[in-house]
Antibody
Framework: QLQLQESDPGLVKPSETLSLTCTVSGGSISSSSHYWGWIRQAPGQGLEWIGTIYYSGTTYYNPSLKSRVTISVDTSKNQFSLNLNSVAAADTAVYYC??????????????WGQGALVTVSS | QSVLTQPPSVSGAPGQTVTVSCTGSSSNIGAGFPVHWYQQVPGTAPKLLISGYTNRPSGVPDRLSGSKSGTSASLAITGLQADDEADYYCQTYDNILNGYVFGTGTKVTVL
């Protein structure tokens, strides 16, 4: 059974870079049938899509975060990663990694990690 | 602010039917992009309920159903049960924003 697990950076200082890794088990990140995404949820708020990556390295980002976001993939480790730079308190959120069920535009997110709470504070 | 609008809350007694609406526009739902629905129990990750308007993954009861009309989509929960109490989100793609978008979320309360 597919499982996704986010790393746990915990506390990040303002203006620094938030780094998270999602480890995929029970399936291959090199599958040609899936994209992989990051979603976040600020405390008490709704869900926000951050970006999506294909195993080839093709990426798609939320325009509102694009200038600060980099998503990468490491097929040898079956992992994909999120870097968000110049963080502020507004970036405090639970960060989820997830799998897109297909490669068509608009594909659903059918498997999710448990989420990692990242707090931005000095 | 999300481009998909949902009512903040809906409620119903056990056994009743509730409907959660998701209002979009011509650049997302109206453009024909599939709408998906997720259930989120507070403190846990979202769980896929409905994909592509009407498709239920294995294990999701047929008490839950989705539909679309124009630039809006809806999730209906019939035979409401205590464990239906959760937050529900719609999600689709927007071709002006060029990205995935989520609804504002609806809290379903079982009275």
């Amino acid at each position: 059974q597919l499982q996704l697990q986010e790393s746990d950076p915990g506390l990040v200082k303002p203006s620094e870079t938030l780094s998270l890794t999602c480890t995929v088990s029970g399936g291959s990140i090199s599958s040609s049938s899936h994209y992989w995404g990051w979603i976040r949820q600020a405390p008490g708020q709704g869900l926000e899509w951050i970006g999506t990556i294909y195993y080839s390295g093709t990426t798609y980002y939320n325009p509102s975060l694009k200038s600060r976001v980099t998503i990468s993939v490491d097929t040898s480790k079956n992992q994909f990663s999120l870097n968000l730079n110049s963080v502020a308190a507004a970036d405090t959120a639970v960060y989820y990694c997830a799998r897109h069920a297909g490669i068509r535009v608009g594909a659903t997110l059918d498997s999710w990690g448990q989420g990692a709470l990242v707090t931005v504070s000095s | 602010q999300s481009v998909l609008t949902q009512p903040p809350s809906v409620s119903g007694a056990p056994g009743q039917t509730v409907t959660v609406s998701c209002t979009g526009s011509s650049s997302n739902i109206g453009a024909g992009f599939p709408v998906h629905w997720y259930q989120q129990v507070p403190g846990t990750a979202p769980k896929l309920l409905i994909s592509g308007y009407t498709n239920r993954p294995s294990g999701v009861p047929d008490r839950l159903s989705g539909s679309k009309s124009g630039t809006s989509a809806s999730l209906a929960i019939t035979g409401l049960q205590a464990d239906d109490e959760a937050d529900y989100y719609c999600q689709t793609y927007d071709n002006i924003l060029n990205g995935y978008v989520f609804g504002t979320g609806t809290k379903v309360t079982v009275l």
